[in-house]
């Protein structure tokens, strides 16, 4: 009677076994199907671009402050200064003052 009920627990082992096995078997040979991989490649390409336009965007926002810190660094949006001494020259082209001795002329 021993011998009876082990070997009815390793068969029922064994099916179960082989039960579990072949559903990891089937699922892994969905996955890999051509349907499958064409599947999940448009899953990604959607999520791809709804990255692709938040990276977009916080590319543009961060653009617009860095010119507005540039801008307020050159003073850009201000008259040209007055000329102050002889050493000095102002570019029409952006306002920029430079030193005669920095520059080297």
């Known amino acids: 009677m021993k011998r009876l009920f082990w070997l009815g627990v390793g068969a029922g082992a064994g099916v179960y076994a082989t039960h579990r096995v072949k559903r990891r078997v089937e699922r892994f040979a969905r996955t890999w199907s051509p349907e499958g991989v064409a599947a999940r490649a448009v899953t990604a390409g ?60």
């Open 46 to 105: 959607h999520g791809a671009g709804d990255r692709l336009k938040l990276f977009a965007q916080d590319v543009r926002t961060e653009m617009r402050a860095r010119e507005i810190e540039l801008r307020e660094a050159v003073a850009m949006d201000q008259a040209p200064p007055e000329l102050e001494g002889p050493r000095r020259r102002v570019l029409k082209a952006r306002y920029t003052i430079i030193d005669d001795d920095k520059d080297g002329h």
